[in-house]
């Protein structure tokens, strides 16, 4: 049974940071692309960050340069740590990752960047 349990969410002044993490369990994890989404209120959910199982990552244009995606395959957890946050990026941060041609995700954690 795959399971993604994020963390790391929270209120954050504009120009502050936060490090998203999720804890997955249920898959072989060295060998999944992980991905993080986000949604904004009243917008469709959109890709933030994807890394691949070799560590091979990409960012949407929104977050470029301030954001990163990691791994750590030892311990089945990928991070997200944000800088510079603005109130766009404001939304329900979701871990993803496919397995099995599904699509599995976490319950998200919110952010809230006020400006």
């Known amino acids: 049974q795959v399971q993604l349990v994020e963390s790391g969410g929270g209120l954050v002044q504009a120009g502050g940071s936060l490090r998203l993490s999720c804890a997955a369990s249920?898959?072989?994890?060295?060998?999944?692309?992980m991905a993080w989404y986000r949604q904004a209120p009243g917008k469709q959910r959109e890709l933030v960050a994807v890394?691949?199982?070799?560590?091979?990552?990409n960012y949407a244009d929104s977050v470029k340069g301030r954001v990163t995606i990691s791994r750590d395959n030892a311990k089945n957890m990928v991070y997200l740590q944000m800088n510079s946050l603005k109130p766009d990026d404001t939304g329900v941060y979701y871990c993803?990752?496919?397995?099995?041609?599904?699509?599995?995700w976490g319950q998200g954690t919110q952010v809230t960047v006020s400006s």
């Open positions: 993803n990752t496919q397995a099995n041609l599904h699509d599995y």
């Open positions: 890394i691949t199982g070799g560590g091979i990552t």
């Open positions: 249920g898959i072989i994890f060295r060998m999944n692309a």
